[in-house]
């Protein structure tokens, strides 16, 4: 795959690089396929809404909510987990589309985790003011996978912390069509992501949309 380093011809390129051990950024990794993997988004979004979830400690989510493929992240006031049906509907969450799954496998095998296969993709939408506090991903049965977190519309700044909340925070910048993954000794960190701030992107609007790819089962 073939993807450009920048979108903005004044700002320099970009190169991959490994933010530490087991932590890839790779730069407009998926910036050729955003137009079709947003169409896939609105596509699942129709039959299974983004919704705000709410955390065991009885709070809203800023940001809204959604998943495709075997399994779903979901919260509620009993805890978080992974669930095969979508609470708000009762059906399965709709298939991962083969355009997802192909890029989540080939961009783990860029990062060094080559036979990826994920079952679960949460999606993320996050409207201007929208953050996502400090958080380790720890639900997945198995964590020697990796996570493939691929960025869509407007920019946002991800805090990457230690494997202690109390670590000090780097801020990094996530563009549209950029792709991170993370495993190994960085798959236990803290991250989060800084509010949201204002501006509108021609392919999104005024909102950045996250897929993340984890191997949940
Ligand atoms: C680092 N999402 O959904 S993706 C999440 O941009 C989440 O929406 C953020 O954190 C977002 O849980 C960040 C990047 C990410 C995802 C999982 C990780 C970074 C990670 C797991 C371990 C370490
Ligand atoms: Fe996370």
New binding site residues.
């Given amino acids: 795959m073939t993807a450009p380093l920048f979108d903005d011809p004044a700002q320099p390129p970009r190169a991959p690089q490994e933010l530490e051990p087991g932590a890839m950024v790779l730069p407009g990794f998926a910036h050729d396929q955003a137009a079709l993997l947003l169409q896939a988004v609105a596509a699942i979004a129709t039959r299974a809404p983004m919704r705000h979830l709410i955390t065991p400690g009885g709070l809203r989510m800023s940001v809204a909510m959604t998943n495709c493929g075997n399994l779903g992240w979901v919260s509620d006031r009993t805890g978080y987990r992974y669930a095969a049906v979508d609470p708000e509907s009762g059906h399965p969450w709709p298939l991962m589309p083969a355009c997802f799954e192909d890029l989540a496998r080939e961009a783990a095998a860029a990062a060094g985790y080559p036979g990826f296969t994920p079952d679960a993709c949460?999606i993320?939408r996050y409207a201007i003011g929208s953050r996502?506090s400090l958080h380790q991903?720890r639900d997945e049965r198995d964590l020697a996978h990796p996570?493939v977190?691929v960025?869509l519309g407007l920019p946002?700044s991800?805090l990457w912390g230690g494997r202690q909340r109390t670590a000090k925070v780097r801020r990094v910048a996530l563009l549209h069509g950029d792709v991170?993954v993370?495993g190994g000794p960085?798959?236990l960190?803290f991250?989060g992501?800084q509010r949201l701030a204002r501006g509108n992107h021609p392919l999104t609007g005024p909102c950045r949309i996250?897929l993340?790819f984890r191997k949940a089962d």
Avoid: E, G, K, Y
């Fill in positions: 949460l993320n996502l991903d996570i977190s960025s946002a991800f991170m993370w960085a798959r960190h991250h992501v996250n993340t």
